[in-house]
């Protein structure tokens, strides 16, 4: 099993971002995607998820607004679109992944990781 996470980079405050997480899982459709971020010197924190079954989601409320989850079944793969991005919102940016899971915020509910993609806001 494999998460690979990508689309990040250096930007400037105000700035946008698409991060992407190809999944080679077999029943990607069964599993509820996880956004998380981990600044330096930080514990990972939850930034957002989408439910497997009904596509609900769920948001930090620090990117509640500016971020959106979004995923795609045929394609194996979860979106994150980040507008408005802040200072604040440096960090290595992961994804993950819960089987048949509820819209957790706990990263030891996810039974799958990415390796992460860097996320530098400058302001």
């Known amino acids: 099993v494999q998460l690979q996470a990508s689309g990040g980079g250096l930007v400037q405050a105000g700035d946008f971002l698409r991060l992407s997480c190809a999944a080679s899982?077999?029943?990607?459709?069964?599993?509820?995607m996880g956004w998380f971020r981990q600044a330096p010197g930080k514990e990972r924190e939850f930034v957002a998820a989408?439910?497997?079954?009904?596509?609900?989601?769920d948001y930090a409320d620090s990117v509640k607004g500016r971020f959106t989850i979004s995923r795609d079944n045929a394609k194996n793969t979860v979106y994150l679109q980040m507008n408005s991005l802040k200072p604040e919102d440096t960090a290595v940016y992961y994804c993950a992944a819960d089987w048949r899971g509820a819209l957790h915020r706990t990263p030891l509910t996810y039974n799958y990781w990415g390796q992460g993609t860097q996320v530098t806001v400058s302001s």
């Open positions: 989408i439910n497997w079954s009904d596509r609900t989601t």
């Open positions: 899982l077999r029943t990607f459709s069964l599993y509820t």
